[in-house]
């Protein structure tokens, strides 16, 4: 598993131990065996700390299918509270943990994952590690994750979960993917639930803010006066995770992709393939690495191609998504963003679903903006306009 003392050629480079990377790792494995496929993480274990979540409607049958044995939790629906509603939505929603990606990466891969290999350098034909060894392939992938660009404009969802054990039996049956009943500040705040036992849970708390800095203390103690109130008394915290997703609100993608290294295929963050406004990230990565895996051809010219079509082609695809975040950062007083989310959970469950997917209709867009606003409407037709809104949110 540690790096070892020699400079190595592969089939495949994949820099970066994150989910992108990971799943791309496992589709190429199963369908070309073959492949010497090489991963260098920076850090001593692949995937971190996280759980990433998904509908089972926002990926394909056959995606859905090879995702199977990476799922650790499955329920049948899920709950979402806010201060004028509460509503149960039966779509199914499933949980990846760190964990089950790090084992079937590590069982795909064995001696061809190195851990601790920080990267001092990423082209199309090598990389070179931070201690001068030089790996050749004619494939290199880049998955660490978002870059810095003036060419986007983001908002922020970060948060810090809790993986608790209770004192008894919390009773949930499914997870509460938003409670926004919670004290409202620093942005769009909410709890965020996933029962994982008869006892225990991963609590976070989100928030849809301006900027990305994180507040650990204040969060944990966010945590535990959440579960107070809900009558759980918290007997072990057995894990913590933490993350900052971008949201994004306007930008130029092509101006994004020239700004890469050229020649070098950037995946997952890095690609700005994530749901606008929810920030998921599984189904389009999980869609990217079946693509990779199929394609006639590897090299990191052909898939740095078929990545970078991917993205444009979901950045164009999206717009409207980027309209709502506007209206959710820029329209909208902060301690009042929630309200745009309770609207939206009024509407029928066949839109919501499709919003997650983010492949909304003509007729969902409409449905969505048809009524009074939750917002000024002055400051609404202030936000129509994408280009108006650039380097207002610099990531």
């Not at 190595?8 to 070309?32: F, H, S, T």
């Not at 164009?316 to 329209?331: E, K, P, Q, S, T």
């Amino acid at each position: 598993m540690e790096s070892p003392s020699l400079s190595a050629r592969a089939d495949v480079v994949l820099v970066g131990g994150g989910l992108a990377n990971g799943l791309i790792a496992l589709r190429l494995k199963a369908l070309r065996p073959a492949l010497k496929v090489l991963m260098l993480e920076r850090g001593p274990q692949v995937g971190g700390e996280h759980t990433w979540c998904h509908f089972q409607t926002d990926v394909s049958p056959a995606i859905d299918a090879w995702l199977a044995p990476l799922i650790v939790h499955r329920w049948d629906g899920y709950t979402v509270r806010f201060p004028g509603h509460v509503r149960e939505l039966a779509t199914p929603y499933r949980a990846i943990t760190s964990e089950r990606l790090r084992q079937a990466v590590e069982a795909a891969l064995g001696e061809d994952l190195w851990l601790n290999a920080g990267v001092a350098f990423v082209g199309p034909d090598h990389v070179v590690l931070g201690d001068g060894r030089r790996i050749t392939a004619e494939t290199v992938i880049d998955g660490r994750g978002p870059r810095k660009s003036h060419d986007l404009s983001l908002g922020w969802q970060k948060f810090l979960g809790q993986g608790v054990k209770l004192a008894a039996p919390h009773g949930l049956t499914r997870p509460i993917v938003m409670d926004a009943t919670v004290p409202q500040h620093d942005g769009y705040r909410f709890l965020y639930v996933l029962p994982l036992d008869a006892k225990r849970l991963l609590i976070e708390d989100t928030r849809y803010s301006d900027g990305p800095e994180l507040d650990h203390a204040d969060l944990r103690t966010a945590i535990a006066d959440y579960a107070a109130a809900q009558g759980w008394t918290i007997e072990a915290v057995e894990r913590e995770e933490d993350g900052v997703l971008p949201i994004a609100l306007a930008g130029d993608i092509d101006a994004y992709w020239r700004a890469t290294p050229p020649g070098v295929a950037q995946v997952g963050l890095g690609a700005a393939l994530f749901q606008p406004t929810t920030g998921y990230s599984l189904p389009d990565a999980a869609r990217l690495a079946e693509a990779i895996a199929a394609l006639p051809v590897l090299s990191s010219a052909v898939v740095r191609a078929r990545a970078e079509a991917q993205s444009k082609a979901a950045w164009r695809d999206r717009g409207f998504f980027r309209l709502i975040n506007r209206m959710l950062f820029l329209a909208c007083a902060p301690e009042r963003r929630y309200t745009v989310l309770e609207r939206f959970y009024r509407l029928p469950a066949p839109l919501v679903q499709r919003f997650y997917a983010a492949r909304l209709t003509v007729w969902d867009r409409a449905r969505i903006l048809i009524g009074k606003p939750p917002v000024p409407i002055a400051a609404a037709l202030g936000c129509i306009s994408e280009r108006s809104a650039l380097g207002r949110h610099d990531a």
